[in-house]
């Protein structure tokens, strides 16, 4: 056993005092930063959990209705040709009554009864359309289109000049025009699924260009019969996804 003096004895005592009193203060101090914070939080977060009704008064960023989007075009029927397309680039607005198809750049391949008569076309369209209900809506269609017959060789001559160019495949452009009936689907949150049905006059000549030069054909069959590669009626389904 060991035996303190008075004066080691009280010293000791008011140590081991000391020590307990602040070892008191610190825990509660932990404590009460922990409640008071953990209140804070649970104040923040239970507020609108607490009022649901509030919710519909919170601000939130109106959505600009503006979209992009690409696609394809799986099905195209002309008089005597099928064709497939992508649409690689579009843009659209969508408002509570209007569908607008700003641009819709396309580029195609048709299939003919014979491959000579094969062609590829870049087209570029619009369509603004009006909102039946939230998913149909239809409006006229207008375009575009500039296409090219890689196997048939033609050149064009001036009548007025007899110059003429050198052989090269047949190509020509024209408006389109006709109209477009579309259903609208939303696709998760921010996205939209459309499926297109459009039909469309091509009016590109073969006969002459924009300039009066004349088509001159290689292929005696064409020269006899320019419908062999001649504007179509064209009907063609589509798929976009908007974003």
């Not at 922990?34 to 939080?41: D, V």
């Not at 607005?93 to 391949?109: M, P």
């Amino acid at each position: 056993m060991i035996i303190l003096d008075g004066k080691t004895a009280l010293f000791a005592a008011a140590i081991l005092a000391l020590s307990l009193s602040y070892s008191t203060y610190s825990r509660g101090d932990e404590t009460t930063m922990t409640t008071t914070t953990t209140a804070k939080t649970a104040a923040t977060k239970s507020f609108l959990d607490t009022f649901p009704n509030l919710k519909q008064y919170v601000f939130q960023e109106p959505k600009s209705g503006f979209y992009l989007g690409m696609g394809i075009s799986p099905l195209g029927v002309g008089a005597d040709r099928f064709s497939i397309a992508a649409d690689f680039f579009q843009v659209h607005y969508l408002s509570d009554k209007l569908d607008f198809e700003i641009l819709d750049a396309s580029y195609g391949l048709t299939v003919a009864q014979s491959s000579e008569f094969e062609s590829t076309a870049f087209i570029f369209r619009t369509s603004p359309k009006y909102r039946i209900s939230n998913t149909l809506s239809l409006g006229p269609l207008l375009g575009m289109e500039y296409i090219s017959f890689p196997k048939v060789g033609s050149r064009i001559t001036n009548p007025l000049t007899n110059r003429a160019t050198k052989d090269q495949p047949f190509s020509s452009h024209g408006l389109i025009y006709g109209g477009m009936v579309t259903e609208t689907f939303p696709y998760k949150t921010d996205y939209l699924i459309q499926i297109n049905a459009m039909a469309y006059q091509e009016t590109y000549s073969t006969t002459r260009t924009q300039q009066n030069w004349v088509y001159l054909y290689d292929d005696s069959r064409i020269a006899a019969d320019h419908n062999l590669i001649g504007a179509n009626l064209v009907y063609m389904l589509s798929l976009s996804f908007l974003y």
